[in-house]
């Protein structure tokens, strides 16, 4: 959506309005850091859970913490919540084993803050070329 927009704001206002996403979770030093057999992890998993972790850990209750499944796609052949063939996924796809609804996705009981800081890190230096190519851009 946000793509959309910042294209119609260029065309009809002459604005650049450029959105930035470093696409981080998908760089093999970040997809490191997720425990073997975490396959669903995404909101609220162990990745955003580390990053949370890195910044102020007194905010994770690990102990409490419980995976989240998309029952709805486990049996699919290709259709997911994300990736090549997906639909938009909402938080009630997202369920415990005995399938209480909880809206995350994965199972955050990995998180570390080493591993968040190797994401964080990881995010902030693929940003750093786009962020300089903005800066640069030639506004015409």
């Known amino acids: 959506m946000v793509q959309?927009?910042?294209r119609e704001v260029r065309s009809d206002l002459g604005l650049y309005a450029f959105y930035l996403s470093s696409g981080a979770f998908g760089h093999p030093d970040v997809k490191a850091t997720v425990s073997p057999g975490n396959i669903w992890d995404f909101h609220g998993g162990e990745m955003e859970t580390s990053m949370?972790?890195?910044v102020d850990p007194?905010?994770?209750k690990l102990e409490t913490s419980e995976a989240?499944?998309?029952?709805?796609?486990t049996n699919t052949r290709s259709l997911k919540p994300?990736?090549?063939?997906?639909i938009s996924w909402m938080s009630e796809d997202w369920?415990?084993?005995?399938?209480?609804?909880?809206?995350i996705g994965g199972d955050p009981s990995g998180a570390t803050a080493k591993k968040g800081e190797i994401?964080?890190?990881?995010?902030?230096?693929?940003?750093?070329?786009g962020l300089l190519d903005i800066r640069?851009?030639?506004?015409?």
Request: glycine share 8%; aromatic share 6%; charged share 20%.
């Open 52 to 54: 949370v972790m890195a």
């Open 68 to 73: 989240g499944i998309p029952s709805n796609f």
């Open 119 to 129: 994401i964080l890190r990881t995010s902030a230096r693929e940003l750093v070329p």
């Open 95 to 103: 369920k415990t084993e005995d399938g209480k609804p909880i809206g």
């Open 4 to 6: 959309i927009l910042s």
């Open 136 to 140: 640069d851009f030639p506004v015409k």
């Open 82 to 86: 994300y990736g090549s063939v997906s």
């Open 58 to 60: 007194s905010l994770v």
